[in-house]
């Protein structure tokens, strides 16, 4: 008895022990994937304020928890079973999604250092409350859109980085990555929109420190945002070059990836700095890549694609102009004397001319047939010659 209770303690400590080994797998794998996503999470952070713009300080906060409910769905619902079931049956797929999403991200950085270098800004929508009713539901909808796709890369990123472990580690893993980046983004975005909000209350008390804090706050507020933009535009380029760097290594393309892995190996040597000099040679090769990269995607994007559009509008354009049906066009013709306006209609078959008078004169009209291809003139214009009306009929 006593030697059986012995050995169903020491299973219980080798169950505990595996649990412990699995645990930290679960939080080596957690950090390993969560740093990789790091770009992308800082995007996601700097873009979902943006959605909140004109919304009442009363609704931010549950509109944020809205957004939230709706990434985490996305996450664990949509996306986490498809890339499992894909890192465990087409494993081989995974190279070629996370270039695409890659290119994305080297694609949203550098449309925005485009935009900036020419002084161009995207054009922005009205503010929610000049959108009337309905305005909240559209902005949470926009929101868990453009969600999806940033979730979508930080969860392949994260699979990457755990590619390697069992299948149930790595959903576990994925799941402590989707609930804690998820709390992590939001909980920033909530703590970014209140802190002017902070700063405005903080202006109205009585102590003259808290209003000076406020007013901090209130005017530090924009330039926090700036500043998360373009850290998160610079994050972008680095992790989208550096899948792309990493995708093309697998396919055969291995120049650029070999001067990255020569440029590591000349200073991760150097006692205490080393590494960190060697994380920087990868990012800035991987970030000007990524510029690169992105560019190119730009360019096809806002220039090829669309001078091929515009091309294609013109040919239909000239068709239409030019077809056996041309465009109906209204000119004024006649005014009354109370001073309303016929119009003319004027088309390829034949041109009417209706025009009506009122006064004391008394008009008579000439008929005009379906067949004619002039329209006869009033008989009054001319008393002199009543039957000059009829002259220009055929």
Known sequence: MAGGLVALLDDVAALARLAAASIDDV??????ASAKAAGVVIDDAAVTP?????VKPNRELPIIKKISTGSIRNKLIF???VILLLSEFLPQVLTPLLMLGGTYLCFEGAEKVYEKVRGKHAEKDAPAVEQ?????????KSAVTTDFILSAEIMVISLDQVVDESFWIRALILVVVAVLITAVVYGAVAILVKMDDIGLSMTKKSSEFSQKVGKSLVTAMPKVMDFISVVGTFA???VGGHLILVGVHEFGFTPIHDFVGFLQGGVEDIATVGGLLAWLADTVVSLIFGLVWGLIVVFIVHFVLKSLGKGHGKALGADSKNGPHKATVQTPAATTASGTSALVTENNAATATQGARTGDATSTDTGTGPDHSNTGTNA??????PGASSS???
Do not use: F, H, R
Not at 50 to 54: A, P, R, V
Not at 132 to 140: M, N, R
């Open 27 to 32: 939080a080596a794998g957690t950090m390993k």
């Open 50 to 54: 943006q959605y909140l713009d004109g």
């Open 79 to 81: 996306i986490l079973p």
């Open 132 to 140: 009337g009713a309905g305005a909240e539901d559209q902005i949470v």
């Open 236 to 238: 972008m380029l680095w």
């Open 380 to 385: 009054g214009d001319d008393p002199a010659n």
């Open 392 to 394: 220009n009929q055929e």
